[in-house]
C-alpha cells in the first residue's frame, strides 16, 4: 500500500496546549494503526509526564526524552542542555529519513532551536530530508518564518487567561 506524502504540522503560540494539541493528533494517528514517535527535547527523565505512563501501555507509541530534569537557562545554556538537544536533533533526523514511524512529533524543537541549542538550519533540513510519507509535527513558541513556511498546517495557541496568572501551581494530568 502506498501511503499519501506527509505533512508539516506546526503547533505555536504563547498558549498552553502545543503539546496536549500534538499528542491529541498522535493518539488520532495510532488509532488508525499507525506508529508514532515523540521526540522531547529539553524535557528529562525526571519529568513524569502522564503521556509518559500512557504511551508505555500503546504498542507502537514511542516517546523519548532528550532533555535534563530543569530548566534551560535561556541567557546562558549549560553545555548538556546543548549536546542533549543536538543528540535528540540527530535521533529526529534518523527517524525521519527512515520512514519507520508515521508520525514523529518533534516536541519543543521550536523552542530549542529559538534559545540556541540546535540549529535552526539543520531542524528544517531533517524535516525536509525525512521519508516521503512521514507526517511530522513540531511545537513550541516563536514558530519562524522559515518554518511555518515550509509547514502545510500551522495553528497558534493563544493565551487569553491561565490558571497559573491566579496562582493555581501545574496539576497532574493538566500540565503533567
Not at 498522535?26 to 514517535?37: E, K, M, P, S, V
Not at 531533517?126 to 522559515?146: F, K, L, M, Y
Request: aromatic letters at 6%; proline letters at 2%; glycine letters at 10%.
Amino acid at each position: 500500500m502506498v501511503r499519501e506524502k506527509g505533512l508539516v504540522l506546526v503547533y505555536t503560540g504563547d498558549g498552553k496546549g502545543k503539546t496536549t494539541a500534538a499528542l491529541g493528533l498522535a493518539l488520532r494517528a495510532w488509532g488508525h494503526d499507525r506508529r508514532i514517535l515523540v521526540l522531547q527535547f529539553m524535557k528529562g527523565p525526571g519529568n513524569v509526564y502522564g503521556e509518559l505512563h500512557a504511551a508505555g501501555r500503546m504498542t507502537g507509541f514511542d516517546i523519548v526524552q532528550g532533555g535534563r530534569d530543569s530548566f534551560v537557562d535561556t541567557q546562558h545554556p549549560a553545555a548538556e542542555d546543548c549536546q542533549l538537544a543536538q543528540q535528540t536533533l540527530e535521533k529526529a533526523r534518523e527517524v525521519l529519513k527512515a520512514g519507520e514511524y508515521q508520525l514523529v512529533v518533534l516536541d519543543e524543537a521550536i523552542v530549542a532551536a529559538d534559545y540556541g541549542l540546535i540549529s535552526e538550519d539543520a531542524l528544517l533540513e531533517a524535516i525536509r530530508q525525512r521519508h516521503v510519507a512521514t507526517d511530522v509535527v513540531v511545537t513550541g513558541r516563536n514558530a519562524s518564518p522559515r518554518l511555518q513556511e515550509l509547514a502545510d498546517l500551522v495553528s497558534e495557541v493563544r493565551e487569553i487567561k491561565h490558571h497559573y496568572r491566579k496562582g493555581i501551581a501545574a496539576r497532574e494530568g493538566i500540565e503533567y
